[in-house]
């Protein structure tokens, strides 16, 4: 499948499949990551309604922060989005930031379907500064209820 040539080509990890019907952008071990959450916990640095440190226009549509006692390939612990429902670990969303020109991942965790939406229309609003590839752990159907 060809794709068009982007900071994402080296984050793309599968085919499409019923959880991500645009193709896998990344690799999670879920149950891995989901593991480290439950033994290490989360900090909430960000909460809903807060603006960031950086840029005071952006406010925060959910729970920002990060998993407690962990390091990524940016030297910062692993960063979460973490909802109202309780989900688990339920997507991850791979992130282009243009201007540092670094890739990194986000976990989503106890998110509902709006939620998930949130957060990926958050990190796409201004696509010339940074932009996200939504990675699924089950198809989204799959957690509306009814």
């Known amino acids: 499948m060809d794709r068009p040539a982007d900071g994402f080509n080296r984050l793309t990890a ?16 879920w149950e891995l990551w989901e593991g480290m959450i439950r033994l290490k916990g989360v900090t909430i640095e960000r909460p809903r309604g807060a603006a960031h ?14 998993v407690n006692g962990t390091d990524t390939v940016d030297g910062a612990e692993m960063d979460v989005f973490r909802g109202s429902a309780s989900t688990g ?33 958050f990190i796409n609003f201004a696509p010339e ?14 957690l509306w209820p009814g």
């Open 14 to 29: 599968g085919a499409p499949d019923a959880a991500n019907p645009g193709g896998a952008p990344g690799f999670v071990d």
């Open 89 to 121: 670990l339920v997507a991850a969303i791979f992130t282009e930031d243009r201007r540092k020109g670094d890739l990194e991942a986000k976990l989503l965790v106890d998110c509902t379907p709006e939620e998930i939406y949130l957060v990926n229309g």
């Open 53 to 66: 440190p950086d840029h005071p226009d952006i406010i925060y549509p959910i729970d920002y922060g990060f």
């Open 129 to 142: 500064l940074m932009r996200g590839r939504l990675l699924m752990r089950v198809p989204m159907r799959t």
